[in-house]
């Protein structure tokens, strides 16, 4: 299993619904409103590296209210 941590930007007054859509998906483990920098954080957990491209930009990016997100892969 491989595991990453997505860093989300919302627009004003979407991180809550961020976080109810994105706890939606398959392969999010936990995703919570949070304060400073970013909005929202999201715990994933995939078979394989490249499935993190795919949930990110097939899933993430297309919710509403999301605009920007950073990914970090957990390396152990």
């Known amino acids: 299993m491989v595991?990453?941590?997505?860093?989300?930007?919302?627009?004003?007054?979407?991180a809550l619904k961020v976080v109810e859509e994105i706890s939606k998906v398959e392969g999010v483990k936990n995703a919570c409103a949070?304060?400073?920098?970013?909005?929202v954080v999201a715990v994933i957990e995939v078979e394989k590296i490249s499935d993190i491209a795919d949930?990110?930009?097939?899933?993430?990016?297309c919710i509403d209210g999301v605009y920007n997100t950073q990914t970090l892969i957990c390396v152990s």
């Open 55 to 61: 949930l990110v930009v097939n899933k993430i990016h």
């Open 34 to 39: 949070v304060t400073g920098a970013y909005d």
């Open 3 to 14: 595991c990453a941590y997505v860093l989300i930007h919302t627009n004003l007054g979407k």
